[in-house]
């Protein structure tokens, strides 16, 4: 009896309570029966009132009657909301390729990958380095476990092949890289060697009839890390002593195979031979295509100055203005460049992006008086022992004729890689443009001598991590910049670095800065044990990993800091799926990967988004009005 009284009982109030709400919605219909001017109020006074709205109560707003919701599309009230929501100066046009604030809204909101999918935990040590191939269909991770492992990019993600590289008396695997056809994969790691010992090696596996070894090649230092050249030939280095804190850097130029048809055709050949100072030495070598003809090498080459003056450039840009906002608030200020150049891009990869950190903690840096710093300094510190070479070493690969040859209809290619020439800290990004290049047809030693290096940028600090942006067209740089005023009297003992990594965009084109966050995320070590960072560019956002325990995630042409991608340890990696740039891969030093997927992603799979965590969002984090929910900011403060 107690339960069908109960059971009465509740009907009874949901009775009650089904006429209460008929009953107010009899009454507001009234009220807006009896107040229709309402809706029949001038745009220009709905506009007035709209803009102290945020986005969420916009859109509610929008859906009362057809002249408010007319309204509430409107593209001026969107700029303005959105300019407000995310912190960026008014003078900042929307995305090329864009046509609507409301859709920025909408890309920023539900096409961002946030929600963290999946957690893989079968490597049993720190995950170092995560990297897609290009048709996005797997990615391989390296571990100190020794293991990699590529796997299948679809959810749910597995495994597709795996190799214990200890079995070559590997100590771990720290970088893979798919070849352009994704048939090939390069994986680079740490020989177990002498205590102190440098030794590397790189392996490559067929990814197209199992995962057979194709070849081993000889890499030291470890961190040259290595790189495809083209579809079938790779780069790896060498390094020897010639004195105290001289040494040359030997970068080869290798098959993917061997070779069984002759022994007299080689599968290796010297590409650059390079002269070390100050215990430096080549690292974190990689390859960019060439965007532009050689003329501004050939230039600086017969003036017989090193082409780090950047004045030279055929950019030029105005100065930014500054100012304050929240200690959180990471921006982009644009730079307005001068039409001097032919270049001319209507795509996000055609534009010069200055990247700033502006807050009342850290005083505003102009990059222009930045880069008038570097070229004061670049000039006196840059030291190489084989600047008085003659123009014949600029090229140190043997051009016999190789008709049939892939490398030898390629284009002009960028080597970039980092060195040292005040002390053995990498803290210079140097260029060396490849031409001509051909493959011999036979084993010939040719003559013995260095190159020279065809650019330096010195970017006074310690250089932690690179990434290309998809056209090759921006390098991006992770770097833990030199205390102030610093002075380095023993190349052994590197100046104190910041407890900050700092965010450097070069433009490849001219071979200049053109862009510069700083502060971007936290960092603990100290300088001899920095922890390599590496960060990957796609073409709407830039992703970084961090020392904080987070990855960064920032709107490539915005600027803004869009979401913190929490881990429990340091954050190593970051890589987009380059056909879904709504997928992005984190690893850790906490042993996992996660897997991080848009909401629209998330609903396409049939997934519930309540069900998984996500990143801390960084939406809306400016106030519109004063009566903005002070929770609400410090939640999603980055």
Known sequence: ??????????????????????????????????????????DSILLNIFQYLTP??????????????????????????????????????????????LG????????????????????SHQVLHV?????????????????????????????????????????????????????????????FETPHSTSGEIAVFSLTCGFDLQCRVANNPYDIFGTWYSEHYLLSGSLHWLAHSVSTSILWLNKANQELSSENIPIITQLFRFCNGNSSSVRAVMVANCLTPDQNESKEQEGGQPSSNMKENPLSHTDISSTSSDCSNETIQHQKEEKKSGL????????????????????????????????SQITNSFRIENTQQDKE???????????????????????????????????????????????????????????????????????????????????????????????????????????????????????????FMSRAHRAYTSSNKCFFIFLDVCDE????????????LWDRYYGMCLAKLPHSDVVNSVAFNPCDPEMLITTSDDYTIKIWRSR????????????????????SRHKHRRTYSTDRLNNSDC
């Open 56 to 101: 969420k109560e916009l859109t509610i707003a929008g859906e009362v009657c057809k002249s408010w919701h007319r309204v509430s599309y409107d593209e001026f009230l969107w700029k303005d909301l959105f300019h407000r929501a995310y912190g960026i100066e008014p003078n900042v046009g929307i995305m090329p390729g864009k046509n609507s604030w």
């Open 393 to 515: 070493s600029e090229q140190s690969v043997n051009t016999k004729e190789d008709n049939v040859d892939e490398i030898a209809n390629s284009c002009d290619k960028y080597l970039i890689f980092t060195t040292g020439s005040e002390t053995y800290i990498p803290h210079q990004i140097a260029f060396k443009r490849i031409k001509d290049l051909k493959f011999p047809t036979s084993i010939y030693p040719g003559p013995d001598k260095f190159d020279k290096i065809d650019h330096v940028i010195d970017l006074h600090g310690h250089i932690v991590g690179m990434g290309l942006s998809p056209d090759h067209r921006y390098l991006y740089v992770n770097i833990r910049p030199w205390l102030k005023d610093y002075v380095i009297t023993n190349p052994l003992q590197p100046p104190p670095i910041a407890k900050e990594i700092d965010i450097h965009v070069i433009d490849l084109v001219t071979l200049e800065q053109v862009g």
């Open 541 to 552: 956002y830039v992703a970084s990993g961090a020392e904080d325990k987070y990855g960064y």
């Open 600 to 619: 629209a992603k998330v609903r396409a799979l049939s997934l519930n988004e309540n069900s998984y965590p996500r990143g801390i969002e960084v939406q």
């Open 344 to 375: 001319q891009c209507n795509t996000l990869e055609g534009i010069s992006m200055n990247w700033t950190k502006l807050d009342n903690c850290f005083q505003h840096i102009c990059p222009l008086q930045y880069n008038q710093e570097y070229n």
């Open 104 to 123: 920025e809204f909408k890309r920023l909101t539900y096409h961002v990958p946030l929600i963290e999918t999946e957690v893989l935990t079968k490597h």
């Open 131 to 191: 990297s897609f191939s290009h048709n996005g269909k797997m990615f391989a991770t390296c571990s100190k476990d020794g293991y990699i492992f590529v796997w299948e990019s679809q959810y749910p993600v597995r495994i597709k092949y795996r190799q214990n590289m200890e079995s070559f008396r590997w100590e771990y695997t720290q970088f893979s890289q798919f070849n352009s056809s994704d048939s090939l994969l390069l994986v680079s790691g740490a020989r």
């Open 1 to 42: 009896m107690d339960i069908i009284e109960s059971e009465t009982e509740n009907q009874e109030n949901s009775e009650e309570d089904t006429v209460t709400s008929d009953d107010k919605s009899d009454c507001l219909s009234e009220i807006f029966e009896e107040n229709e001017m309402w809706r029949y109020m001038p």
